[in-house]
């Protein structure tokens, strides 16, 4: 069994998928509510996301408390650690990191799902996705900014995250792949290259051997 302490948030990983890199000042406190608010979705999406996010609560001593009315109708006192989900076909997957969320301006998003296919629901990928999000939802960013990944980036991954990804420009594979922390804002544990927290892009085979 593998431990991994982020300050006041305790993951506890059984197969080591749970791992990532914690920035500090974004991190919730043991026991904090973090609330959730549905912006959009139909009730089979909401329901599923639902109970993919939960699944964190095996590991992170947190409580997620998911709000039963419209974001649109919280009340000012729930508004802070309030994460309002967005579920369109118009969208990607992504989200906020931590309490980062604070800084948005309510009702805005902040966290952005896309919608599965009525009566078919969401793929296992979509839902590696989803739980991929509720980690940065707990301030968990992503693992290849762990330092002993970002030491072996120069131009050629930069390309190659390029040729990958037809929709991405070179300065948003740089945003995607260069971490923007300095080694005192994060906790770290050794790098882990099946962590939930990974891209799954195939340059990581160049940075990996």
């Known amino acids: ?13 059984f197969t080591n998928l749970f791992s990532g890199v914690a920035i500090r000042d974004l991190l919730f406190k043991k026991g904090e509510i973090i609330h959730f608010c549905f912006i959009s979705g139909s009730d089979e ?8 996010g939960k699944v964190w609560l095996k590991y ?20 802070v650690n309030l994460v309002r989900i967005t579920i369109n076909f118009e969208t990607d997957f992504k989200s906020y990191t ?65 040729n990958q990804n037809q929709k991405w420009t070179e ?10 922390w300095k080694p005192e804002e994060i906790i770290l544990d050794e790098f882990n290259k099946d962590s939930i927290m990974m891209y799954n892009l195939r340059i990581y085979s160049e940075l990996l051997g």
């Open 60 to 79: 992170a001593n947190v409580q997620f408390d998911f709000l039963q009315f419209p974001c649109k109708d919280v009340p000012q006192n729930l508004r």
């Open 98 to 162: 931590g309490r980062a969320m604070n800084r948005i301006l309510f009702p805005e998003p902040t966290m952005w799902l896309i919608s599965s296919f009525p009566g078919i629901g969401y793929s296992n990928q979509e839902k590696t996705r989803i739980f991929h999000e509720f980690g940065h939802v707990l301030g968990l960013e992503h693992e290849h900014f762990h330092p002993e990944i970002q030491k072996q980036m120069n131009n050629s991954i930069i390309q190659s995250c390029r």
């Open 1 to 13: 069994m593998k431990k991994i302490i982020f300050f006041c948030l305790t993951i506890i990983s």
């Open 171 to 180: 300065e948003q594979c740089k945003w995607n792949l260069i971490s923007p």
């Open 45 to 52: 999406d909401q329901t599923t996301v639902k109970g993919v």
